[in-house]
């Protein structure tokens, strides 16, 4: 199971990404509407939601094959 995302502070690894230009002027505009404090505020927090989306899936999926139906 994936640890909840906190603002706790934790050691972090600065990494090098590369966007298309309409992905760094979607998170740019975000950041200047105060949505996200910076970039990789923006690229975290989307990360996080796909980790906890895909973890939802497979917890679905899971639970799916350990009951079976019953119609």
């Given at each position: ?15 090098s ?18 949505r ?23 917890t ?12």
């Amino acid at each position: 199971m994936l640890e909840p995302y906190s603002m706790t502070p934790r050691r972090k690894v600065q990494v090098s990404v590369t966007l298309n230009e309409d992905q760094l002027a979607w998170i740019d505009k975000h950041v200047n509407d105060n949505r996200f404090a910076t970039r990789s505020h923006a690229i975290v927090y989307a990360l996080t939601h796909l980790m906890r989306e895909e973890e939802a899936a497979r917890t679905s999926e899971e639970g799916n094959h350990k009951v079976p139906c019953v119609a």
